[in-house]
Each structure stands twice: as C-alpha cells, then as structure tokens.
C-alpha cells in the first residue's frame, strides 16, 4: 500500500510492483494483519482517542503484527523476528496510529497513472489473497495478478521466486516499450 499512496502523489511513477494491498482502512484487514482481534480495535481505538499521550512512545513491530507468520520457512522468520532491525524494529506509535488510519488519497476507482503488477503468494498466512483481491479489483488501470506458487509472505520459495522475476522483468519490459 506504501507503493500506492506514493505512486498516487509522483507523476515520476511508471508502474508498481506489489506483493499485496493491505488496505488499512478497512477493519477486516487491520484484524487480519494484528496479533489479535483485541489488540486491533482497542489499541486502535486507545491510539485515536489519546495521540497527545501515546504518540511519541515506540513498541516493537512484532508486538503489533503477527511476524509468526512472516514466511513459511521458521527459521528465518526466527531470525527475522530476533533481529533488532527487522521485526525487533521499534515504530512510534504516531507512526502506527496515522498506518491504520490511512486512507487512499485516490480511490482505486479513480486510479490510472500507472500501470500495476501484483505478485501476491499464495500460501500468505499473514495477509491472504482475499485481503488484496477487493482493492485490487476496484483498480481502474492496467493490472495484472500473478499468484506465486507455494510461496509464503515473504516469498523465498523457488518456485514462487521464479513466476516472481518472469512476471517483474516481463512486466518491466512492458513498461519500457510504452515509455
């Protein structure tokens, strides 16, 4: 979504390459990527009814998202999970508070600057393809989906890396022959 948002403020964009639209607006989603369903509508609700008292604390990405299910593969989402400067990273909570209130500025209805590749996993037990698959089909521009095969949020898996570089560089040529 980060890629949207600044595809929709640079006219400099060409095309985008996603792995998912994780559209945080939308309760359903917000539900999905939070550890739990407790921690997604009160601390959401804690974070907007005091951002003068809650604002400039910091908390651990892995607190607030379920990092378990980052890859398919346990020991490098272990490592990903111990690493200080992964999911050990330590956000504001301003910082999550204006994520989870984050609104398209241009409804995917209205958007056609560029065109879109979504290359999302297919075994995504962190964000599942029926959480992108509503946005990506209000998508009012050229796109094109391709599911990874076997691959997992974090998609290391050889196959789904394959179907990844042909779609990306295939998709990039595209590009380059419209420009």
Do not use: W
């Not at 390459?17 to 939070?34: E, G, L, M, P, Y």
């Not at 907007?48 to 378990?68: A, G, N, Q």
């Not at 999302?120 to 998508?139: A, C, G, K, V």
């Not at 949020?153 to 560089?169: D, N």
Request: hydrophobic residues 40%; aromatic residues 8%.
């Amino acid at each position: 979504m980060l890629a949207y948002h600044v595809a929709n403020m640079s006219e400099k964009v060409k095309g985008l390459i996603v792995t998912t639209f994780v559209d945080t607006s939308n309760s359903k989603v917000r539900d999905q990527i939070a550890p739990n369903k407790v921690m997604s509508h009160i601390g959401k609700f804690t974070m907007d009814t005091f951002p003068y008292l809650l604002d400039s604390f910091r908390i651990s990405v892995s607190m607030v998202s379920r990092m378990k299910l980052l890859s398919n593969n346990s020991e490098l989402t272990q490592l990903i999970i111990n690493d200080p400067l992964a999911a050990g990273t330590k956000n504001s909570f301003r910082f999550l508070r204006t994520f989870l209130n984050m609104k398209p500025m241009v409804e995917p209805e209205h958007f056609d600057y560029c065109p879109i590749l979504l290359v999302h996993p297919e075994i995504d037990p962190m964000t599942q393809f029926n959480l992108s698959e509503p946005f990506y089909n209000r998508l009012n521009c050229k796109k094109r989906c391709v599911i990874l095969e076997g691959a997992g949020h974090f998609p290391i898996e050889l196959l789904g890396l394959e179907q990844m570089k042909k779609a990306v560089l295939s998709f990039i040529k595209e590009i380059e022959i419209e420009i």
